[in-house]
T-cell receptor, first 115, second 111 residues
Framework: AQKVTQAQTEISVVEKEDVTLDCVYE???????LFWYKQPPSGELVFLIR??????QNEISGRYSWNFQKSTSSFNFTITASQVVDSAVYFC????????????FGKGTRLHILP | KAGVTQTPRYLIKTRGQQVTLSCSPI?????VSWYQQTPGQGLQFLFE???????NKGNFPGRFSGRQFSNSRSEMNVSTLELGDSALYLC??????????FGPGTRLTVT
């Protein structure tokens, strides 16, 4: 069965610090997709990234970077030089095969960036 | 392009009643998915519709149902409401790409 674990329920860091959000997943499929979403206080989920299981290359987008390691079934998300606007709940998620329509979410990590 | 809209945004119902929530996808998007978000269970997939057909369903009782209209608008219905149905219900739409666009959600409170 597929499962996504975000062990960090809540994290607080001071602005400008780097912070890493952990994500560990379980799946029996060899083809799967991993996602990160951001949920600000307004409630709408915002798509951040999608990574397929065959592409282990790390990705950087501005202050955001993602580290995908199949050997440890992890897909961690790092925010560099955090800002107060980064405060939100972040969800890691998984879909199997070509079923992007059914996404299994982790419980989320609430990130507080303190000024 | 307008985003995904959900109505109503807030709703209070009494146990035993039924409720219908509406979702209007982004223009041109034919796939609509529904999710339930609660503090205890997190975000859980309810079902997904594409071209008026349910393509996938999560592990929810039959009290939860949905449908999609020819204009891709979707509704979900919950009958015989229970206190545990109190949640934020999120709708997401997408075209043929993988990126799902989420609406602001409908917050349902069952008393």
């Amino acid at each position: 069965a597929q499962k996504v674990t975000q062990a960090q329920t809540e994290i607080s860091v001071v602005e400008k610090e780097d912070v890493t959000l952990d994500c560990v997943y379980e799946t029996r499929d060899t083809t799967y997709y991993l996602f990160w979403y951001k949920q600000p206080p307004s409630g709408e989920l915002v798509f951040l990234i999608r990574r397929n299981s065959f592409d282990e290359q790390n990705e950087i987008s501005g202050r955001y970077s993602w580290n995908f390691q199949k050997s440890t079934s992890s897909f961690n998300f790092t925010i560099t030089a955090s800002q107060v606007v980064d405060s939100a709940v972040y969800f890691c998620a998984l879909s199997e095969g070509n079923r992007d329509d059914k996404i299994i979410f982790g419980k989320g990590t609430r990130l507080h960036i303190l000024p | 392009k307008a985003g995904v809209t959900q109505t109503p945004r807030y709703l209070i119902k009494t146990r035993g009643q039924q409720v219908t929530l509406s979702c209007s996808p982004i223009s041109g998007h034919r796939s609509v998915s529904w999710y339930q978000q609660t503090p205890g269970q997190g975000l859980q997939f309810l079902f997904e519709y594409f071209s008026e057909t349910q393509r996938n369903k999560g592990n929810f009782p039959g009290r939860f149902s949905g449908r999609q209209f020819s204009n891709s608008r979707s509704e979900m219905n919950v009958s015989t409401l229970e206190l545990g149905d109190s949640a934020l219900y999120l709708c997401a739409s997408r075209d043929f790409s993988y990126e799902q666009y989420f609406g602001p959600g409908t917050r349902l409170t069952v008393t």
